[in-house]
């Protein structure tokens, strides 16, 4: 390890707080050192290997795309994007997808969409954004200006204008904020990165009202809750309504980088040509792959399997809060978290990766858990175990 961790303090940003852990392999729920440890994996990338590490659908469908065609850029017509377009479009709400590369990418095609839309509505003061405090939509400068989280926006002021924020299941807040001048609400139905807050049913609806009120699109950014992290395949589904647009990215490629937005019906045709673009984007090897993981997801039962494992994670956890252990467990599907009493949850983040096993924390506070949708009982088990001894100190 220490060659590696040199070359990378010499010859890599260091942008990251990484773990002191390196991996060459991945298989199912367990990635693999240079020693041939395993380690079990509660955090699939940052939910990026739903289904596992190098499910074998999904290296299949690259291995076989990779041979033919790796990509050609978006002057021509390739087979897998179509189809993925269609995948999503059909399981969803309908519309048409612009892929790009990462949520951050999705995100920003979301905000032009509305941006224009508005312009067109409103002129140039239908142009407003409001989004959540605490949540999360990415790092380039327009998915920054709308992640309402001071410590990451402050050291790139001036952000972009146009950009509001209210904290999250607050009707009244939203109601307030609200006007003929917002084009667009974006909010994650969990906020993830934020601490994995499920947002209220009643604070969705009052979303979607306001958005229709207001002539504003509501978009649901489900780059960390899609492709059946919560047990459904798209988050929305819990909450009985329907977004205007939808960005996925993480899990959407099997590991693979893609991005992708989804406009619905009356939205769908808003970008035109030389309006929007990605030389990369929609590739045929990360829409081949997933393709695959759609595959997978749709088997009959799969999403039904992930919720009960959800649960049953859930109860585990509350237990814990109910043994004195941790304050509060929430979240929903295989996206879950803790809520610890003290500052400890990096201590406690360590002491897993010691034991071999993956856990993240996102704050001093807050253990999250986004095991592989495959995670079996027994694996659920065996963290929940780590966490009551360890919690014990
Ligand atoms: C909800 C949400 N949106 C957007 C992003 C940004 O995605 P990316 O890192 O692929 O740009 C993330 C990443 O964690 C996310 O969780």
Do not use: W
Request: glycine fraction near 12%; include cysteine.
């Amino acid at each position: 390890m220490s060659g590696l961790t040199d070359k990378y303090q010499k010859y890599v940003m260091g942008t990251y707080a990484r773990q002191p852990a390196g991996f060459i392999r991945g298989e199912g729920c367990y990635l693999y050192d240079a020693g041939g440890e395993a380690y079990l994996d509660f955090v699939s990338g940052l939910s990026i290997n739903n289904l596992g590490h190098c499910h074998p659908a999904v290296v299949a469908a690259i291995h076989e795309q990779a041979a033919a065609l790796i990509n050609t850029c978006n002057l021509y017509y390739t087979e897998p994007q179509a189809e993925l377009a269609q995948l999503i479009s059909e399981n969803a709400f309908g519309g048409k997808v612009f892929f790009s590369n990462s949520g951050a990418e999705a995100n920003e095609c979301a905000i032009k969409l509305a941006r224009k839309l508005g312009r067109e509505q409103g002129g140039d003061a239908k142009h407003r954004i409001i989004s959540l405090e605490n949540g999360f939509h990415g790092r380039t400068m327009a998915s920054l200006s709308a992640t309402a989280q001071p410590a990451k926006q402050e050291p790139f002021k001036p952000l972009l204008p146009g950009f509001s924020y209210v904290p999250r299941n607050d009707i009244a807040a939203l109601e307030a904020a609200m006007d003929d001048d917002v084009c667009a609400l974006l909010l994650e139905p969990v906020q993830g990165e934020g601490g994995v807050y499920p947002l209220e049913a009643s604070f969705l609806a009052a979303a979607r009202e306001l958005a229709d009120r207001h002539r504003a699109l509501l978009v649901f950014d489900e780059v960390q809750t899609g492709m059946g992290r919560t047990g459904r395949l798209f988050a929305y589904e819990h909450a009985g309504i329907v977004p205007d647009v939808m960005t996925l990215a993480k899990s959407l490629g099997g590991a693979m980088p893609i991005g992708a937005t989804l406009a619905a019906p009356d939205y769908a045709d808003v970008l035109g040509p030389g309006m929007h673009g990605s030389t990369f984007g929609g590739g045929p090897v990360p829409c081949a792959a997933g393709m695959a993981v759609f595959g997978e997801l749709l088997k009959p039962g799969f999403l039904d399997g992930v919720a009960a494992r959800g649960d049953h994670f859930l109860s585990a956890l509350t237990g814990l809060a109910e043994e004195g252990l941790v304050v509060e467990a929430r979240g929903i599907g295989l996206m879950l978290a803790v809520e610890l009493d003290e500052p400890k949850a990096a201590g406690i983040v360590s002491q897993a990766l010691d034991r071999k096993i993956i856990i993240n924390n996102t704050s001093d506070t807050t253990l999250r858990f986004l095991p592989p949708l495959i995670a079996d009982e027994g694996m659920i088990d065996q963290v929940i175990e780590f966490l009551r001894n360890a919690l014990r100190g």
